[in-house]
């Protein structure tokens, strides 16, 4: 591996993630060598401009079908040859191909305590359950949606005041924190998905991942 990790982002909206990441870049090693979009009004692309990035957009309402769109992703990203394919609020679920393209190469952000409530509306079903803490989880990405090996995880208390907005926000600022340091880890060879686990050098991680935050 090259000493300054390449990597592409894929994005589909506000791209808060990604500038945290742009802004860790710098003293980090890695370098977005790309930002690509499904979404062609994504303010992350703006952000990702600013900073002299490359961007793409690959609008899914181009292709008839997920398989479609995905191989257009994988001809985009193939050609800007990462070793780190990381999706930072990416709203589109991709297929066991394009997973298997980048085999244990790809991390997403989660905002919940993973294996706790993948899918969406995250914070709503945290109050529901009357939960004492929430939080963010950064994962290896597998066929199995938000199921794949967990790198890390930062937590937040939920107070009796909280609302999903208020843990919205308090999730986001933990992501911004932990997301860079986890893309550092995997860049400067340290963390690694293998036989479906995440492991930072000989050791394997708890179920939860590392907790940091
Ligand atoms: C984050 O909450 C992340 O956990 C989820 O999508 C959101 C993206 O936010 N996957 P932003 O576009 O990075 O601001």
Redesign the pocket.
């Known amino acids: 591996m090259p000493s300054v990790c390449p990597v592409v982002v894929l994005?589909s909206?506000?791209?808060?993630?990604?500038q945290a990441l742009i802004d860790a870049a710098s003293t980090s090693s890695f370098n977005i060598v790309g930002v690509i979009s499904n979404n062609p009004n994504a303010f992350?692309l703006n952000r990702a401009t600013t900073s002299s990035i490359p961007t793409f957009v690959i609008n899914h309402r181009d292709y008839p079908d997920r398989l479609s769109f995905d191989h257009a992703l994988i001809d985009q990203i193939d050609q800007l040859n990462p070793d780190l394919v990381v999706?930072?609020?990416f709203m589109r679920i991709l297929s066991t191909e394009f997973v298997n393209h980048y085999p244990n190469n790809i991390l997403?952000?989660?905002?919940s305590l993973l294996p706790k409530y993948p899918g969406t509306d995250t914070h709503q079903r945290v109050l529901q359950a009357g939960d004492k803490e929430h939080g963010?989880s950064v994962h290896f990405v597998t066929e199995e949606l938000d199921g794949g090996p967990i790198a890390a995880q930062a937590k937040i208390r939920v107070e009796p005041e909280d609302t999903a907005e208020s843990l919205?926000e308090k999730?986001?600022s933990k992501?911004h924190v932990i997301y860079p340091q986890v893309v550092s880890l995997y860049a400067s060879g340290q963390l690694r998905m293998n036989e479906n686990k995440a492991w930072v050098g000989l050791n394997q991680l708890p179920e939860t991942g590392i907790e940091l935050g």
């Open positions: 994005i909206g506000n791209g808060t993630n990604l992350g999706l930072a609020g997403n952000i989660h905002p963010v919205a999730v986001h992501e």
